[in-house]
């Protein structure tokens, strides 16, 4: 895969999660890609509760050293409806995984401050990864409407294009989470030069981490006792050790879909995937279909392209540098 930045560059990386198990992961490729630097994490309800959330994503951080990251608390629910968490992630989001209690300060940034303050402070330069629902990004748009011009792009992990849901038969759940979140910021950024990236479930459903690909993390981290050794191959292993069960009990195999960490990839990487433009929206009416995401491809609405939607992957490359670098930033830790 080739890297949207120079080697000698960084990419700076903002984002904002709900840290269940394939956040966690996407925030440990983060940490293992070395071209990026990731200035800041904010944090939004939905896979659990907003101070879970706060206390995962502190903790995995901490995990691997760089718990200097800011961590700014978020929103505690969506802008409309209650709370709807969810149910794939364990009681604490993090699967089987138990880590310690994060010893660093807590940020006093409110997560929608924070995404216009670091915005502000460096104008077309910061990529935000949103892996969550959208109300944070959303509630930042609202407090500087110049939001998607000032960011150098947005990269959304949430949708299903032309394709089944995975919370109801036509949405997904980040979107279902908060759809009227989801919606204020497709419509606003429909006003950025370059257009949203948006990876739904029609292309992260295809990105099957499977039982040889833990055994190769564990081989390329320095051999079979890693797994007990290492703490980030153990958290590894025992996150995505429930995912994978809870996606055999629902009969899809011994398998995790690496959503976030997908978009996190395709964030750095602009060959990665198939890309197309088109209109993005939400519905947040029908009994049936609320959350839906529908695409409009011809103009058929009239309305400006706002997005570029993920409609293709070669899923084992993707999956192959996720390995790598898990396992890299594995031996650092050890």
Request: proline content about 7%; some cysteine; aromatic content about 4%.
């Amino acid at each position: 895969m080739r890297p949207a930045v120079e080697a000698d560059q960084s990419l700076k990386l903002i984002m904002d999660v709900d840290t269940g198990v394939d956040d966690c992961i996407a925030l440990l490729y983060a940490l293992g890609a070395p071209e990026v630097e990731l200035l800041a994490v904010t944090c939004c309800a939905g896979n659990v509760p907003q101070a879970q959330v706060e206390a995962n994503t502190r903790s995995v951080l901490e995990l691997c050293g760089a718990g200097g990251v800011e961590v700014g608390p978020g929103s505690l629910g969506p802008l409309v409806v209650p709370l709807r968490t969810a149910t794939g992630h364990g009681p604490q989001g993090l699967g089987y995984a138990t880590l310690p209690q994060a010893q660093a300060p807590r940020s006093s940034r409110f997560a929608p401050d924070l995404l216009v303050e670091e915005a502000r402070r460096r104008p077309g330069e910061i990529v935000l990864v949103a892996t969550g629902p959208l109300t944070n990004v959303a509630l930042a748009v609202r407090r500087d409407p110049e939001l998607p011009q000032i960011l150098r792009r947005l990269v959304v992990m949430g949708g299903a294009f032309e394709y089944s849901g995975n919370t109801t038969p036509t949405a997904e759940f980040n979107i279902l989470v908060d759809p009227e979140a989801a919606k204020v910021v497709f419509d606003a950024f429909a006003s950025a030069d370059c257009k949203p990236l948006i990876c739904g479930l029609n292309v992260t459903e295809r990105t099957e981490l499977r039982p040889e690909h833990l055994e190769r993390l564990a081989e390329l981290a320095g051999g079979a006792s890693t797994q007990a050794s290492n703490p980030i191959v153990r958290l590894v292993f025992d996150a995505l050790r429930f995912s994978m069960e809870a996606h055999e009990a629902l009969g899809q195999g011994y398998v995790a879909f690496m959503h976030d960490p997908l978009a996190v990839a395709g964030a750095l990487d602009e060959s990665l995937g198939e890309r197309r433009s088109g209109t993005v929206d939400v519905e947040l009416f029908g009994s049936l279909t609320r959350g839906m995401t529908v695409v409009d491809w011809h103009g058929l609405w009239g309305r400006p392209h706002n997005a570029e939607v993920m409609v293709g992957i070669d899923p084992e490359p993707f999956i192959a540098l996720l390995v790598e670098r898990l396992a890299a930033l594995a031996r650092a830790a050890s």
